[in-house]
């Protein structure tokens, strides 16, 4: 019998992190829930604990910590902010970390969990648009696997299972083109926060749904996949595919496409990302092709989608320039989310940020989080003035 894996997940109380106990729960004699964070949402932290008893949990405010620690007492071991997301990311027992935070929040985790060793199930694609060239070097230094959840590109990683890649010539990354893909643009402007949140095939959180309405979600991913498959972004191809059955595609030098399938579920790359290099029986839902009937393609249209060019220009520019993007792209959601920007100034705003704010080369950990920092400064202060 196989040992049993000890996993933190960063962000459990999230869509990734809720699908993730799922999978858990399915397998108790090889995976363990060991520790477990959440940002908002203590009800539901609660819940898991009494569900997976993890021996600990990191909370993001004393106040939630306070509730717990009257709960449980010396029971579960508490740890506060982000230095507790570090903390739950190094424990000796821990063999896994799944890393579902949302945005910037989730590189510093990383960077820690890397140096101790730990295997990474990487939700969170924030870090890699970050901090790619530091995790990749770390990931090569540390001999540690970081296997990705986003469905995108777990399908890649399983089409170059058995595979040189070298041989690749191309990536394909799938993209449902969100609610908005046959609105016309002269309609963006007016667009709601109720309509935008609207995702026709995935449920997924807030931050990532919008997004995937802008296609900065597969912006991002086209920078993800760069760091994780060491390809230039003339190699990397988004094609709109609405109905969310291919996840991504690779085609080789020899002109052969593999392609990985599958329903819309989260728990299948999940679930392969804990299991690999093994593939085990799950309970999601299979594809029935005869009633699927047709499945189609598009190219996208870079203009009504301003994002997917940005993102780009982003790594096309290199340096911080990802930084940069997605610090403006966080800033223009949550300003959109509470209702302060329109649609459109998402786009704007990520643009004039990438304009103005400097770029640096071969950044230091320092330097990503100044940029980090100013970028944000930088967006809101023009929110301001508009
Ligand atoms: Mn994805």
Redesign the pocket.
């Given at each position: 019998m196989k040992s049993i894996k000890n996993i933190a997940i960063l962000g459990s109380t999230g869509s990734i992190g809720q699908n993730s106990l799922e999978v858990i729960s399915i397998f108790p004699d090889r995976f363990r829930a060991i520790y477990l964070s959440a940002n908002k949402g203590i009800d539901m932290l609660i819940q898991q604990v009494e569900n997976f008893k993890p021996k600990g949990v990191s909370v993001m405010d004393t106040d939630s910590a306070e509730i717990l620690k009257n709960r449980y007492g010396n029971s579960l071991e508490i740890f506060i902010g982000t230095d507790g997301l570090k903390e739950i990311s190094v424990k000796p027992e821990v063999d896994v970390v799944i890393n579902s935070l949302v945005g910037f929040a989730g590189l510093e985790p990383t960077i820690e969990a890397i140096k101790a060793g730990k295997t990474i199930a990487l939700a969170n694609?924030e870090t890699l648009v970050v901090g790619g060239e530091i995790i990749s070097h770390l990931i090569e230094s540390h001999k540690v696997s970081l296997i990705p959840i986003?469905?995108?590109?777990s399908a890649i990683f399983q089409c170059l299972v058995g595979e040189d890649y070298s041989t690749i010539s191309k990536l394909i990354l799938t993209a449902s083109g969100g609610p908005f893909l046959n609105l016309h643009k002269d309609k963006f402007k007016n667009v709601t926060i109720e309509e935008a949140l609207n995702h026709p095939n995935w449920k997924m959180g807030n931050k990532i749904t919008i997004d995937s309405a802008t296609l900065m979600?597969k912006g991002l991913?086209v920078i993800e996949a760069h760091y994780l498959f060491k390809l230039p972004a003339e190699k990397i191809e988004v094609v709109i595919h609405p109905q969310s059955i291919i996840h991504s595609m690779v085609e080789f030098v020899d002109g052969s496409v593999k392609a990985q399938l599958g329903v819309p579920d989260m728990k299948i790359p999940i679930q392969y990302a804990l299991t690999f290099p093994e593939r085990l029986p799950s309970n999601s839902e299979k594809i029935n092709f005869a009633n699927l009937g047709q499945m189609t393609f598009f190219k996208p249209d870079l203009e009504k989608f301003e994002c997917l060019k940005l993102a780009y220009r982003a790594l096309n520019t290199g340096g911080t320039a990802p930084v940069i993007l997605n610090a403006a792209n966080e800033i223009a959601v949550e300003y959109f989310l509470s209702g302060k920007i329109k649609f459109t100034q998402i786009p704007e705003l990520i643009e004039s940020g990438l304009d103005d704010q400097p770029v640096i080369h071969n950044p230091s950990i320092e330097r990503i989080i100044e940029t980090d920092i100013m970028t944000r400064d930088y967006v809101k202060q023009r929110i301001e003035r508009l």
């Open positions: 694609k986003d469905s995108e590109h979600n991913e």
